[in-house]
């Protein structure tokens, strides 16, 4: 592969959060003591009146944002996925989620790429908290541009959404005219016809590479790119399921409810065909450099080719 | 409205909790009660507060951060014209608006979804700061159990209204002095509570008797003048107030009267209201 631009979407969220800082007076942005790593730090210089640093509080951040919300601001609250979605997940549920207020979630720092951190502030399990909560959207975008544009489509969705960022740079892979991001929407990036795979966040740039190895062995594999995990695009996924005949999914996060649940659970509604999911598996992360983590963990383009081939 | 008015009404408030928890079968009488003159002060005289512009931008807001205690704000909410006094009895009724613990989506009036312990402190605080960011001066004021102070997040959202100086921020701690498993002093003392608000940054009112209008009255006006700091008003009360066998009773938290009790209780209230009505 050719050197491609790679961008952290915590980056993303920064900068997205402070260009609609300008074209929104209503918007808000809250952090608890992590705006420097959340990248909202970038929004409180240009808006230090709207920037409200609730201290190493997640709860009461959460708690905040929903009195914020009930007085018509349109409040992005920001920390880690582990804190944000693990930490405050009952705050997020029943003083967000219950009455269904317009709160958007900005969690970064999602999955074992968080790296030297290790297991503790690795966040494996929040697709799988925040999918259950009745009314909330889920997002897990891929790269930059679907990074910035999910922001753009939080603001603009009214309720709740859950955007999962990660804090390693990854690949850009959607930066092309045609680019088009809709709440919901799957993107198919690759036809094929042996198999499909399902991926999202940064699963996706891996899936794109393990398709390629694929193809040059004669097999033709179908990527779709889920960034939306609720609602979940399930036509796209159903009719590409009933062309393969095989769906394998691909995530940064445990394999116990997030994507390929998520996936699962619509296929054997309308479609039932093998899946493979790909993902964490039902363990704890541990420290060390991202990239190294990706590779144990078999979760880059090499480890999804392998697990795929190992399958078939 | 004058003492006496308000004292009648909140008899009436208090009628209104026994028929909704005798009609529900369940519900959380004792906290109501002890709360009832309190809810029927902030509703009928303290609140910047109209009941045909539930949604009003500039209204002042209240959050019951102590659900469970819905049954008493529904009571002051349709006393007040919310909405009719007959929805009462339909308390936790499947389809009813009236759940069993508030939510805003259901019912008018209801300013925030609440009744997981700790959590409506933190949102009171995030509309008492929306109102500072947008120059508006509606005033914020919450209601926390006694009990409810245990719980950790109440802290973080003290230490966030006393850092930010919320002054157009109240928070009422019903100091009834019983939760569910007992005594709180005996169960996980939050004593002393004064102190604690006080290390906060909160200007702290002591209120000896908070089933007393006059010594209500006194308070809020109190917190009215205070700037620069958020108010916290501790007051004593006590739990089933006004009802003579649930009065003091950890075990009428979270109970509701037989027939034959809420007979009893109806009548014990009938008789307040007489008495008041003679003065």
Known sequence: MSEVKKIATRESYGKALAELGHEHEDLVVLDADLAGATKTGTFKKEFPERHIDCGIAECDMMGIAAGLATTGKVPFASSFAMFAAGRAFEQVRNSIGYPHLNVKIGATHAGISVGEDGATHQCNEDLALMRTIPGMVVINPSDDVEARAAVRAAYEHEGPVYLRFGRLAVPVINDRPDYHFEIGKGITLREGTDLTIVATGLCVSGALEAAEKLAAEGVSAEVINIHTIKPLDKELIAASAKKTGKVVTAEEHSVIGGLGSAVCEALCESAPVPVLRIGVKDTFGESGPAAALLTKYQLDGQGIYDQIKAWL | ?279
């Open chain 2, 1 to 279: 409205m004058n003492t006496l008015e308000l004292q009648k009404m909140a008899n009436e408030v208090r009628k209104g909790i026994i028929t909704g928890v005798h009609s529900a079968k369940a519900g959380h009488p004792g906290g109501s009660l002890s709360a009832a003159d309190l809810f029927t002060y902030l509703y009928f005289e303290e609140m910047n507060i109209d009941p045909e512009k539930p949604d009003d931008p500039d209204r002042d807001r209240f959050v019951l951060s102590k659900g469970h205690t819905a049954p008493g704000y529904y009571s002051v909410l349709a006393h007040r014209g919310y909405f009719p006094v007959e929805d009462l009895p339909t308390l936790r009724h499947i389809g009813s608006h009236l759940q069993g613990h508030p939510c805003m989506q259901h019912t008018p009036g209801v300013d925030m979804s609440s009744g997981s312990l700790g959590q409506g402190i933190s949102a009171a605080v995030g509309m008492a700061l929306s109102a500072k960011m947008s120059d508006k001066d509606y005033r914020v004021y919450t209601l926390l159990g006694d009990g409810e102070i245990q719980e950790g997040q109440v802290w973080e959202a003290a230490m966030f209204a006393g850092h930010r100086k919320l002054d157009n921020l109240v928070v009422i701690v019903d100091n009834n002095g019983l939760q569910i498993d007992g005594n709180i002093a005996d169960v996980c003392s939050p004593y002393p509570i004064d102190k604690k608000f006080e290390a906060f940054n909160f200007h702290v009112i002591n209120v000896a008797d908070g089933n007393d209008m006059d010594q209500l009255r006194a308070a809020f006006k109190e917190a009215r003048e205070v700037k620069g700091m958020p108010t916290a008003i501790i007051m004593k009360t006590v739990k089933g107030k006004g009802v003579s066998f649930m009065e003091n009773k950890a075990e009428w938290h979270g109970a509701a009267p037989n027939d034959e009790q809420y007979a009893v209780a109806m009548a014990d209230l009938e008789k307040v209201g007489e008495a008041l009505c003679q003065k």
